[in-house]
């Protein structure tokens, strides 16, 4: 039996961010991963010298500080360097047609004149103005300040100045982002555009995105001298930035250690009981970086009220993923490749319908030193639109489950074929994924990309849980899905168990106050 101040489980980048930070703050800290590499969903793997990311691969905010994105915040307070290729420009495959496009606050201008026409061009205009006093709002206070006690009022008081001219927008920015767009955007292709950016940031379209959401991307992406960042080395370069400052600060990772058992003694979680019996005591708490739906299969029947453990367990999921892991030949391939291109097949049918959209990724366009000489690394992915439904109980071994692999993957490989039309015959490595895969090397529910709660109609919860000594972080915790938010959500865990005179020492290092 080993003994220690917190027990996390999971090191996904909500884990990761918490457990390091935590480390920071001087508290022993021990994280139980199940799998044999850290990151969860953001985890790098390696085959025949091609280095491939498993998931995330649109990074913005990470190449300079201080930066609003919570990520780069939770770098900066552990005294981790994350080197980064910048660049701006990403190309798209739309029923329209075929173009590049950039960040930057003009750039899509020109897109909608040309596909448009000027109307088109002065609603997007306005859309900036309008949106502009909500991206001051939501840039009033940086989410490090947060916490879910009494310490707040201490920690974020700092802010009140700022956050009391911007009160009302603050409260509109807790629904969906439609309600500002539709009330200035009518143009039916900049609608279809915004609900595909609302899509690939929260696994829902505009309707079910969170106005502070987009705000932080309108913040980011569109304004004067914006770029987009990637990790030199991949997402497993951000995975080492946050171990090696969990670790240069006196915590530790456990890899291959599967938690079976949150141990609850009375009425408070004290630790975590693994697959091979042994437990890990937890003297201050365990922060479960798990899914909710996850999270509640570790927890004995009777630690938990009945209606909680009912309440949490109904929440809805987002669908899951297809992925498609090349290693290629790149000899003769233009050279004006991107690192990213995102195809939507017709807009009819919405941007969350299965295989509508699909992702592809060439990041050794940037970082060379991800595939051998002369060859590319290429992820393409179908982000959360794959149903959980048509795989569920297949056998991975049968012939049925090949076949199905092969017949949901060509998606994938025809949105391939309209950027480099040999594909097929290039490839050295071929490696297809399925919702069983996120649920199987995951440990996701379903394979699913995370809760799909709509704006409007419900909000993530807090770290805290009815159980004490039991907390929580990641994706199905405020403030929601994708990588700034689970590394905000890590953050609040953390500064919730600080003491508060250090939470505010850390916000002053990181210059957020």
């Not at 939770?74 to 990403?90: H, R």
């Not at 530790?252 to 693994?274: F, N, Y």
């Not at 909000?459 to 994706?475: K, R, S, V």
Request: aromatic share 8%; charged share 20%; with cysteine.
């Amino acid at each position: 039996m080993q003994n220690t101040d917190v027990v996390v489980i999971g090191s996904g980048i909500g884990g990761l961010s918490c457990a390091a930070l935590l480390a920071r703050y001087g508290f022993e800290v021990i994280v139980c991963e199940s799998h044999s590499i850290p990151g969860g969903a953001a985890h790098t793997f390696e085959r025949n010298g091609f280095k491939f990311d498993s998931g995330p691969s649109l990074y913005s905010g990470l190449s300079y500080s201080p930066s609003a994105n919570p990520l780069r915040q939770v770098l900066d307070a552990i005294g981790s360097d994350l080197p980064c290729v910048t660049y701006d420009t990403w190309g798209c495959c739309l029923p329209e047609g075929d173009f590049d496009t950039a960040v930057g606050a003009e750039q899509f201008c020109e897109i909608l004149l040309k596909f448009r026409g000027h109307d088109a061009v002065a609603e997007w205009q306005e859309l900036q103005r309008v949106m502009k006093p909500f991206v001051n709002a939501v840039t009033a206070m940086s989410p490090a300040a947060l916490r879910f006690d009494w310490g707040a009022a201490r920690t974020m008081s700092r802010f009140a100045p700022s956050l009391a001219k911007h009160v009302a927008d603050i409260i509109k920015l807790t629904g969906p982002f439609s309600r500002i767009m539709d009330g200035v955007v009518k143009d039916p292709f900049t609608q279809n555009w915004l609900n595909l950016l609302c899509f690939l940031l929260s696994g829902l379209p505009a309707d079910g995105t969170s106005a502070a959401e987009v705000a932080f991307m309108f913040a980011d992406w569109y304004r004067p001298g914006a770029v987009l960042d990637y990790p030199i080395g991949g997402s497993g370069a951000l995975v080492d930035a946050l171990v090696q400052g969990l670790e240069r600060h006196g915590g530790k990772l456990i890899l291959g250690t599967h938690v079976e058992q949150v141990l609850v003694e009375g009425d408070r979680a004290v630790g975590v009981r693994l697959r091979d019996r042994q437990e890990i005591r937890a003297r201050r708490a365990v922060i479960s970086n798990a899914s909710i739906w996850d999270t509640l299969k570790l927890l004995p029947e009777k630690a938990i009220p009945k209606q909680f453990r009912t309440k949490r367990q109904a929440t809805p999921e987002c669908d899951s993923f297809m992925h498609l892991h090349l290693g290629i030949d790149a000899q003769g391939l233009q050279s004006n490749l991107r690192c990213h291109y995102i195809v939507v097949n017709n807009w009819e049918a919405g941007v969350t319908a299965p295989q509508n959209v699909v992702v592809i990724s060439i990041p050794s366009t940037l970082d060379p030193s991800l595939a051998p000489p002369g060859k590319h690394v290429i992820h393409v992915y179908t982000p959360g639109n794959e149903p959980y439904s048509i795989w569920e109980g297949m056998d991975r071994k049968s012939q049925e489950y090949a076949q199905q692999k092969r017949s949901r993957a060509e998606v994938m490989w025809q949105a391939l074929e309209r950027i480099i039309p040999d594909i097929r015959s290039r490839c050295e490595v071929t490696l297809v994924g399925t919702p069983l895969t996120h649920e199987r090397f995951l440990r996701r529910h379903q394979g699913s990309y995370g809760p799909a709660i709509q704006a409007g109609s419900g909000m993530f919860p807090g770290p805290n849980t009815p159980l004490p000594g039991l907390m929580c972080c990641g994706d199905s915790t405020f403030p929601g899905i994708g990588l700034p938010a689970v590394a905000a959500s890590g953050m609040i865990a953390a500064n919730t168990l600080a003491p508060v005179k250090q939470h505010l020492a850390m916000l002053q290092d990181i210059k957020c106050i």
